[in-house]
């Protein structure tokens, strides 16, 4: 039982590159979440969704776009990187019925 | 919307002492979840305790206890006999309780706190 995995862990991206975040949990979780890190600010919420197929905006939602094919996969995209989108980001799940958010390990991204 | 305030950017505690680290939090809502996180330099988030606004009974977890005020919007965290491994960056978190929410946390900014040997 792996938990909640995040790849990769660390990215280095250039401004206006593209790149997708994968977090998959194996605890069979209805809801799942992308935060993200930033210092003096704590973790603020990206997207996230309900259930498979469903997704929805969260607080800080701007230059993101995510993906809910499958159950146990939350996929998180950056179409056109920018330096503001240097953070630490995090993924978590939780099941229905429960109060715990299982978190990933984090990514670090740098957009230079 | 709900917001949460952790007044104390860094903390400093002597090995074996007693800390406590402030959270204040503003909702509207009657019920609801709080919950304590310890982000250590691995960066991985951990729960430390939860308490459901419900429970007039503060949470306890080995050393680690929680004052929750509700009338006064506050839930503060205390760590009794503190250990060099519970150095550690601390969030305080609110969850809604209504059943249509998405479950999401909502974060205080962290309290970054030093245990001194």
């Known amino acids: 039982n792996a938990g909640v995995t995040q790849t990769p862990k660390f990215r280095v991206l250039k401004t206006g590159q593209s790149m997708t975040l994968l977090c998959a949990q194996d605890?069979?979780?209805?809801?799942m979440y992308w935060y993200r890190q930033d210092p003096g600010m704590g973790l603020r919420l990206i997207h996230y969704?309900?259930?498979?197929?469903?997704?929805a905006k969260g607080e800080v939602p701007d230059g993101y776009n995510v993906s809910r094919l499958k159950k146990q996969n939350f996929l998180l995209g950056l179409e056109s990187a920018a330096p503001s989108q240097t953070s630490v980001y995090f993924c978590?799940?939780?099941?229905?019925?429960?109060?715990?958010?299982?978190f990933g390990p984090g990514t670090r991204l740098t957009v230079l | 919307a709900q917001t949460v305030t952790q007044s104390q950017p860094e903390m400093s505690v002597q090995e074996a002492e007693t800390v406590t680290l402030s959270c204040t939090y503003d909702?509207?809502?009657?019920?609801?979840?709080l919950f304590w996180y310890k982000q250590p330099p691995s960066r991985q988030m951990i729960l430390v305790i939860r308490?459901?606004?419900?429970?007039?009974q503060n949470a306890t977890e080995n050393r680690f206890s929680v004052n929750f005020q509700k009338a006064a919007k506050s839930f503060s965290l205390k760590i009794s006999d503190s250990q060099l491994g519970d150095a550690a960056m601390y969030f305080c978190?609110?969850?809604?309780?209504?059943?249509?929410?998405?479950?999401?946390?909502?974060f205080g900014s962290g309290t970054q706190l030093t245990v001194l040997p």
């Open positions: 969704s309900v259930g498979e197929g469903t997704t």
């Open positions: 308490q459901e606004a419900y429970k007039q």
């Open positions: 909702t509207s809502e009657s019920d609801y979840y």
């Open positions: 605890m069979n979780h209805e809801y």
């Open positions: 978190a609110y969850r809604s309780f209504f059943m249509g929410s998405a479950r999401q946390l909502t």
């Open positions: 978590a799940s939780v099941a229905s019925g429960y109060n715990e958010q299982f």
